[in-house]
Structures are given as structure tokens and as C-alpha cells.
């Protein structure tokens, strides 16, 4: 029987194992080691297709941020039985609600199968990496997701923890144990969620002294700032309403984070294309490094309070310890 870790990301999930004295990430039949957090086709049937579920985990369907991520997702949410947030979707030809634990637990099951796929062993045992700032409903209802999978979730380890235990296995070069230990900042800008970590490490040695985060900041506010430009753009240029129609927003959103990327590498002007877009239309626009920064920076701003609050927590730990 073998452990696997698993990185149950926003957008995607990572599989790794611990063999021939390292650590190893498995690859899926696609021989890709990153998995999509997808149940369904999403481009090819959009408002059956469920995605972006992780922030729906452990909450009732009334609260304010299942009430705020509904707005975003092109499915419908329903409220359960005993009031938690569901997804209704059309399977085996009916209408059907589901609970987020019934759909993570599909998605755990999938990663399962790869793992016993690639490994040629019954995998039973897991470890699964979750945000720091989870609540205790949040990681009871990840625990009861794994169930479903038909796992044994050994533990489930913070984010932040991962990365740095990460960072830390393969160093040769780590002070000794009576030596001032090394202290190393960790930043992690996931797809929705901002974490900031302190550690300090000592050869065979790991201590998180502090951690940070903005659990309303990701990758996926940048993209929607881009978004929201260019469908003001286009609504002017070619009278469309992207708005309106889903699947030619789900590629708009695919198109900006293509472009966001690109960005970061290239200061120049950068063009967006997109044929048959909507209503038959081919668009087109561009934008550069320097507007996206003036388009986000409100954004921008919000990255550094985590990182002085993370240095402050530090210090004080230190003091007293």
C-alpha cells in the first residue's frame, strides 16, 4: 500500500509519492502532471460542467461567500438538506443536486485511480494539502470528501507548511541544529487565495513561525479586471454583451489568462484574438504591461499588508521565544 500527497488546488490537482529516495510527481493518462479541477467538458458543455467548488466546502448555502461565488459560476447552486451549498447538474438524463463533498469526492476518486495507475498498487493512504486560513467545518468536510473517494486521509496539511516542507527536503546546505537557524519567506498567489509564510530551518528541522493570508485575493481577480476591460471594450466597438453569454465569457476568461501570463514576461504591446467569438463575430484588442498595472492596481496594493503583518508576527515570535 503506498501514501500519496495531493495538491487539491482552486484550479488544478498535483499527485506526488514518496519512492526511489525522492519525491515524485505523478503524471495523469494525459502524461501531465497537472489535473484540472474540472468534472465534465468546460468548454464544450459549460453550464454542466462543475469548477471553482473548493471556497463552497464546509458553508451553509446562505453565507455571504458561497452567495458571492455564485455570481461567478456559470452552474446552479442549490441549498441541501441540512442547508449546506450543493450544485444541481444534469446527469444520466435527469436533473440532479449534489453535495461539494460528492464532488470533490468524484475529483479525489479520479486522482486515486491515476495514482493506482501509475504506482501498479491499491492506493488507500493520503495526505491532502488545504489552505492555512480553513476553518474546522472547511477540513472536516475535505476529510468527508476523501471518504467518499474511498481514501484515508492521514492528515491534512496547510499550504503553507507543504511549501515549505518542500523547500526543505532537498537542502544540503542547512545550518545545524545549534546554529542560528535560516529563515526563509514563502509567498504563495494561488488561483483564489493570497498566503504569506514565515520559516525557520535547521538541518532535519522545520518551524513555521508565522503566516498571513487574504483569502478573497488570486490569480483569478487579475484575470477578472481584464475580463471586465475588455467586455466594456467590446461592448463599444462590436455591441456585444458578453456578459450574457457564458461560453464566450468562460474564453474570454481563458483568452486573459493566456495574455496575463504573456505579460509578465513582455512589456510591449500584446494582442488578444478570438475567432468566432460571439454572434459569429471575430474580436480582437491588446493591452500592455503598464495598463494592466494602472487596471490592477488596487489589486497590486493589496499585496503588501500581508507580507509587513507576516515579518511583524515573526519578530514577535522570535522576541519571546
Known amino acids: 500500500m503506498s501514501v500519496v500527497g495531493i495538491d487539491l488546488g482552486f484550479l488544478n490537482c498535483y499527485i506526488a509519492v514518496a519512492r526511489s529516495g525522492g519525491i515524485e510527481t505523478i503524471a495523469n493518462e ?58 444541481k447538474v444534469r446527469y444520466l438524463e435527469e436533473e440532479r443536486p449534489f453535495a461539494i463533498e460528492q464532488v470533490t469526492g ?3 476518486a479520479k486522482l486515486k485511480e491515476t495514482s493506482e495507475n501509475a504506482l501498479k498498487k491499491p492506493v488507500a493512504d493520503c495526505v491532502i494539502s488545504i489552505p492555512s486560513f480553513f476553518t474546522d467545518a472547511e477540513r472536516r468536510s475535505v476529510m468527508a470528501a476523501a471518504q467518499v473517494a474511498g481514501l484515508n486521509c492521514l492528515r491534512l496539511m496547510n499550504e503553507t507548511t507543504a511549501v515549505a516542507l518542500a523547500y526543505g527536503i532537498y537542502k544540503q546546505d542547512l545550518p545545524p541544529l545549534d546554529e542560528k537557524p535560516r529563515n526563509v519567506v514563502f509567498i504563495d498567489m494561488g488561483h483564489s487565495a493570497y498566503q504569506v509564510s514565515v520559516c525557520a530551518f535547521n538541518k532535519g528541522k522545520l518551524k513555521v513561525l508565522a503566516t498571513t493570508f487574504d483569502p478573497y485575493l488570486g490569480g483569478r481577480n487579475f484575470d477578472e479586471a481584464l475580463v471586465d476591460y475588455f467586455c466594456d471594450e467590446f461592448r463599444t466597438k462590436y455591441k456585444i454583451n458578453v456578459k450574457e453569454n457564458s461560453r464566450a465569457l468562460l474564453r474570454l476568461y481563458q483568452e486573459c489568462e493566456k495574455l496575463k501570463k504573456l505579460m509578465s514576461a513582455n512589456a510591449s504591446d500584446l ?21 494592466f498595472e494602472q487596471l490592477c492596481a488596487s489589486l497590486f496594493a493589496r499585496v503588501e499588508p500581508p507580507l509587513k503583518a507576516v515579518m511583524e508576527q515573526a519578530s514577535k515570535w522570535k522576541l519571546l521565544n
Not at 497537472?34 to 462543475?50: D, E, G, K, S
Not at 461567500?65 to 450543493?86: D, F, W
Not at 459569429?280 to 503598464?290: G, T
Open 271 to 291: 494582442p488578444l484574438n478570438i475567432e468566432c467569438f460571439m454572434n459569429d463575430l471575430d474580436v480582437s484588442s491588446k493591452m500592455n504591461r503598464a495598463q
Open 106 to 108: 468524484m475529483l479525489l
Open 30 to 87: 494525459y502524461s501531465d502532471r497537472c489535473t484540472p479541477v474540472y468534472c465534465q467538458q468546460i468548454v464544450t458543455n459549460v453550464r454542466n460542467t462543475i469548477h471553482g467548488f473548493k471556497k463552497l466546502h464546509g458553508r451553509s448555502f446562505d453565507d455571504p461567500i458561497v452567495q458571492t461565488e455564485r455570481i461567478r459560476l456559470p452552474y446552479e447552486l442549490q441549498k441541501m438538506p441540512n442547508g449546506s451549498a450543493g450544485v
